[in-house]
């Protein structure tokens, strides 16, 4: 299980399904330079490490894996992992770089672990289905596993930026579910115009003058390319600032499925 450690319940999750799933789990806690396009964001990233090896142990973790930036990079890395068109949307539009150092970074620990199986929050729906396409593409031998995301009761998706909001932004930060949940009702209600649709979700977030919308686009689960007509299951995704905080949150829709 690749993280970037500042362990929460959602991490927490991946690896309850894993301890259930594996006779043996290996966490790997490491804050990947390479898939950082801000250093800022890179240099305020939560590293507490002894809280997160004591939270392993007592999730029953057999191995933590944290290495240094030495030993992953040992020298200058000439070797990248792109996987084209995946990459291209939604977060890979506005982090240049990000999914490239983030399959790179993967695959490596891949190879040095060698698990049978790897998981993945759903949270990162673009990064799940970017490392799908990778193994697949690439015949790396291990099935990858998708855990569905854990929630704050009020709908904020656990993550480990969250502890870095303020109080206040920590209060307007679940308007981007609740965006995302709009949508979610109107598709499974029969609306089928992606336009109409993201229309109805960028009003919920424009509730909060306060957060800058970075996207907000309906698109294809397995391919992450805009939909204009929805006629099968499409993920909804958002970004949003607030403040200095970057959140980011999808959901699955189907249509018709509530209706
Ligand atoms: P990170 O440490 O942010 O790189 O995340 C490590 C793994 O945990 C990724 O596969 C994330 O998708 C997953 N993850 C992060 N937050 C959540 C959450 N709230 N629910 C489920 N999985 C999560």
Redo the contacts with the bound molecule.
């Keep these: 299980?690749?993280?970037?450690?500042?362990?929460?319940?959602?991490?927490g999750?991946?690896i309850e399904t894993a301890r259930r799933e594996n006779a043996c789990v290996v966490v790997s806690l490491f804050v990947n330079p390479i898939q950082f396009d801000r250093s800022d964001d890179y240099d305020r990233y939560p590293r507490p490490i002894s809280n997160d090896v004591e939270f392993c142990s007592r999730m029953g973790v057999d191995f933590v894996f944290a290495p240094s930036i030495e030993e992953m990079y040992p020298r200058p890395q000439r070797a990248f992992v792109e996987v084209t068109e995946v990459s291209e949307r939604l977060c890979g539009q506005f982090r240049p770089g990000h999914f490239r150092g983030v399959a790179t970074v993967v695959l490596k620990l891949l190879n040095i672990v060698q698990p049978d199986r790897a998981?993945?929050?759903?949270?990162?729906a673009q990064?799940?289905a970017v490392i799908r396409r990778m193994t697949a593409d690439l015949n790396v031998p291990v099935t990858i596993v998708e855990?569905?995301?854990?929630?704050e009761s009020d709908g904020l998706?656990?993550?480990?930026r969250n502890q870095l909001l303020s109080p206040e932004e920590r209060r307007i930060a679940p308007v981007l579910s609740r965006a995302l949940e709009k949508a979610r009702d109107l598709i499974s209600t029969g609306e089928t115009r992606a336009d109409g649709i993201k229309h109805e979700s960028l009003r919920v977030l424009n509730e909060h003058p306060e957060i800058r919308v970075e996207y907000l686009e309906i698109v294809g689960p397995e391919d992450m390319q805009l939909v204009d007509e929805i006629t099968g299951p499409v993920r909804v995704a958002g970004a949003i600032w607030i403040g200095k905080i970057r959140l980011i949150d999808n959901i699955l829709c189907v249509p018709g499925a509530g209706g």
């Design positions: 299980m690749p993280t970037m450690g500042a362990l929460h319940a959602g991490h999750r991946l998981y993945f929050g759903e949270k990162d990064q799940l855990v569905p995301t854990l929630r998706a656990l993550s480990s």
